[in-house]
């Protein structure tokens, strides 16, 4: 999401250091990218093509449908059945595939909200379709509540879930409980609040529900300290212990910011500090 450019609309602001970032992930072990065809629109996806084509096999690609951008750069719900399959050709046809690795429902009950006319049933079941003509591997839900998960489990299996979880809001805490007792993986979605753990923000234009206080800041900044670790990396090591199904999909176009996600996978908490970090929220 961060690659396009501003507002995550048009060409990057480097397209040399975007395809740099992407080589240097895959490198470095990242064998899960998260990406949409309404970044940019396209912009992410023709990038990851450019960048990493022919995939590696153990790299899996996962992409959101539902959703797709209108001219004054907004998000529009498009969830019609007709609609997600123009938007499944799309992803094929930028990604370079024959089959899209993991395909997400954007719903938006998370409280990003795209309504949509299309009934959500009606909607999973069209994918459904597309992945028993083999042009999905898995199917996913971004944005869900628990009632929505049972539903579309009712239709076909549901491998992966993305809802906004991060150190500072636990309001997908029950959708991630659910997943946990259905083996489906929970990939949370701005794991950094978006953005706003980077230190120098002004936490004042943060989207709501996304700002820390300078309080829960001093706290992560002084158990991160306590092993050599950022803010940052600390945030990213609470998220990735939290559950056995979480995953971390923390976006960026730095360089330097992909090193230092990286190593938070190394960075284990003690319980103690755990303790510490799950009264923040």
């Known amino acids: 999401m ?23 992930a895959v490198e470095l072990g990242v064998s899960h990218i998260d990406t949409s065809d309404f970044y940019g629109p396209h912009v992410a996806n023709d990038l990851i093509k450019e960048a990493l084509h022919p995939y590696p096999d153990h790299l899996v690609i996962a992409t959101k449908v539902g959703v797709v951008r209108d001219e004054w750069h907004g998000f529009e719900a498009a969830a019609e059945p007709q609609r997600l399959r123009e938007q499944v050709d799309e992803n094929l046809l930028r ?45 996913g839900l971004s944005g869900v ?8 489990r ?26 946990e007792d259905a083996g489906i993986a929970f990939t949370a979605y701005f794991p950094l609040a978006a953005g706003m753990l980077r230190p120098g923000l002004d936490l004042s ?27 940052i990396q600390a945030a990213l090591a609470w998220l990735l212990g939290h559950s056995p199904v979480t995953l971390a999909i923390p976006g960026t176009s730095s360089l330097v910011h992909l090193e230092e996600n990286m190593a938070a996978a190394d960075l284990v908490l003690s319980d103690d500090d755990l303790a510490v970090l799950n009264k923040l929220a």
């Open 2 to 24: 961060q690659l396009p450019g501003p507002g995550v609309w048009g060409p990057p602001r480097d397209h040399t250091t975007a395809l740099a970032v992407l080589r240097r």
């Open 95 to 139: 990604l370079g595939r024959d089959r899209l690795d993991l395909v997400y429902l954007r719903v938006g009950g998370d409280g990003l909200l795209f309504p949509s006319e299309a009934p959500f049933a009606e909607s999973f079941e069209a994918l459904a379709e597309l992945r028993q003509r083999g042009l999905i591997r898995h199917l």
């Open 145 to 152: 509540t628990v009632a929505q998960l049972a539903e579309a």
């Open 154 to 179: 009712a239709i076909a299996p549901v491998a992966a879930v993305q809802n906004r979880l991060h150190l500072f809001d636990r309001s997908g805490a029950d959708v991630l409980s659910a997943c």
């Open 205 to 231: 234009q943060a989207p709501p529900g996304m700002a820390p206080s300078a309080a829960q800041l001093a706290v992560l900044d002084e158990i991160g300290g306590r092993y050599g670790a950022t803010r």
